[in-house]
């Protein structure tokens, strides 16, 4: 949550602004994995993150595939939005999640410290639900079925 003051000079917690993408190249799907240290450590996810101030939600999606996975993207196009301030395990933070699809390119960059490792999925060969973080499976599963 952010803390914010508003102009009549009270203050107020707000939710935070996050993007998400499928990437897909040769009918398979790009997931990272978590780097331990962080909420989900561990387990499989999509590339994304905050959105950073004084950017728009498509520049911050692009920024994020590129600085954790080193991939550049093509034909971005939104999938959903996920609103719900129940979102599991994410320690109360309260995202609204703006989920996209898109190509990979081409790999020009390296992983960064939130990822210790990438890998291309077969659609039919994803990873088990429990090993994938937070409501990105719900994600995935959307992507899928609007294929």
Known sequence: MLTCTFEDGGEGKLRHAVAQAVV???DQILLEKRAETLLEGGKWALPGG???????IEQAITREIREETGWEITNL???SIFDNP????DAGRQNIAFNYACEATEQTGELDWEVSEIQW???ADLPPPDT????HYMVIQQY????
Do not use: M, S
Request: no cysteine.
């Open 144 to 147: 899928i079925a609007d294929v």
């Open 86 to 89: 129940d979102r599991p395990n």
């Open 77 to 79: 196009k939104l999938l």
């Open 121 to 123: 999925f077969n659609i």
């Open 132 to 135: 994938i973080a937070f409501d």
């Open 50 to 56: 905050y959105v950073d101030h004084n950017e728009t």
């Open 24 to 26: 897909v190249k040769n």
